[in-house]
């Protein structure tokens, strides 16, 4: 059966990990390697680099350190952040990545999504999902509008006017800080449509809290796209990734902080899950 | 020598790097001059049958392949370099692809049909097939030696292989339905999984084929 997937997520920054913080096994607590090496003795289903360098001459030295880590880490690796051409893909494959997720160009130009599945195969294109929840109705109409919402093929996705009875979910950019008129379940299928072979799914309402996911949001794209969908933001503890795949429907449980700080090690939370009954590879 | 053929699909460099962590001596190439002095053959990529094709036929790769396999050359297929061994794909019609195994490419296509274990509770299927998924060995095999029956391998695929001949299977895995996961006739080994990407069990496996390699089937 296939195995419901633990992904820990490690920010880099200038090559560096941050807030690279020591373990027993560990060395060099900043060096992405060395913490990928780590996850992976662990029994980590896969590790995600999002390199949020800002700098635009500093962005090559996140594929020295994919080489790095490549070299040294039989996983799968998913690379994000930054990514704004065919090319930028391109080097991260070489350099030895499996998959790329795309955000901001997503949501800039979506047909982006569709000429990089083209060109590389959906099963390494993944697109980020970050989504919040639009609690107030009357400010829809002050949601960042897009160019291409012109485009007919593309703006079923629009966020026009909604009834208030069902929540809706906008994408948000920035942060969270800044919100875009477009509805985040027609957006996740629309990003399937055009070739996307995952989404990796944030709760921007939940990013950060340790509340959990928003399992609401997570169930509705689980349920609405036919690819697997990483359920992200929130995760304080082991009963939150049980909830985000189960309840939410997630195929994979996406963590941060519950790992990188060492509050829980992956070998515990698949346990947990696997006493739950949630099918996991240990 | 063990070629890695390099056709510009997929994460070649892993492969390499896998060989090379394990003590097995690589050479990644596109030409086929190569390939044809090389003592076995490494067919990796992941991506459309399509494309695979097309890039091995402009490559002039295509002949220097299929005359290592009837040779009698050890090859390991993984995941479009096992698919293109068949005969045909349901996507691109007949002949499609190298024709050294009889057999057919198909699609997974589960609709709305839920899977009827402890995962209908959680998720419909999805495609692709992505993740850790475990193998029922079907027949001992040189290729999976030391590995436990019911390892968990890491796929990524929308398509699967449908052989002809029963006999060739060399393990399968569930995924809604049973699927053929790996199959070996005499010098032939392949998998639809990517050992460059399971961990210690598939580094075990390419250590397998060195070992094949060395000593002989």
Known sequence: MLAKRIIPCLDVKDGRVVKGVNFQNLTDAGDPVENARFYDEQGADEIVFLDITASH??????LDVVARTANDVFMPLTVGGGIKTLDDIRALLNAGC????????????????????????????????DAKRVKDIGRVNEFKIMPWFDDASLNDVCLKSFSGEEPVWA??????????????????????????????LTSMDRDGTKDGYDIELTRRISE??????????????????????????????????????????????????????VPVRI | MIAIIDYGMGNLRSVEKGFLKVGVDVTVTNKPDVVKKADAVVLPGVGAFKDCMRELTDLHLIDAVVKAVKDG??????????????????????????????????????????????????STLKVPHMGWNEIKIQKDNPLFKGIPD?????????????????????????YGIEFTSSVWKDNIFAVQFHPEKSQAVGLRVLKNFGEIVRKGL
């Open chain 1, 98 to 129: 499996d998959k790329v997720s795309i955000n901001t160009t997503a949501v800039h130009d979506p047909l982006f999504i569709k000429r990089a599945s083209e060109r590389f195969g959906s099963q390494c294109i993944v697109v980020a999902v």
């Open chain 2, 73 to 122: 050359k050890p090859y390991l297929g993984i995941c479009l370099g096992f698919q293109v061994l068949f005969s045909e794909s349901e996507e691109f019609g007949k002949c499609g692809g190298l024709d050294v195994l009889r057999g057919k490419v198909v699609r997974f296509n589960f609709g709305d049909q839920k899977l009827s274990t402890l995962n209908s509770q959680l």
């Open chain 1, 171 to 200: 994408i948000s950019t920035h942060g969270g800080r800044k919100m875009i008129a477009i509805d985040a379940v027609k957006w996740a299928k629309k990003m399937e449509e055009l070739g996307a072979g995952e989404i990796l």
């Open chain 2, 150 to 174: 019911k390892s968990y391998f890491y796929f990524v695929h929308s398509f699967y292989v449908v052989p002809e001949d029963n006999a060739i299977i060399a393990a399968t895995t569930d």
């Open chain 1, 57 to 62: 001459e500093k962005r090559k030295i996140i």
């Open chain 1, 224 to 277: 609405a796209v036919s690819i697997p969908v990483v359920a992200s933001g929130g995760v304080g503890t082991l009963e939150h990734l049980r909830e985000g795949l189960v309840e939410g429907k997630a195929d994979a449980a996406l963590a941060a902080s519950i790992f990188h700080y060492r509050e829980y090690s992956i070998k515990e939370s698949k346990e947990y899950l696997r006493l739950k009954g």
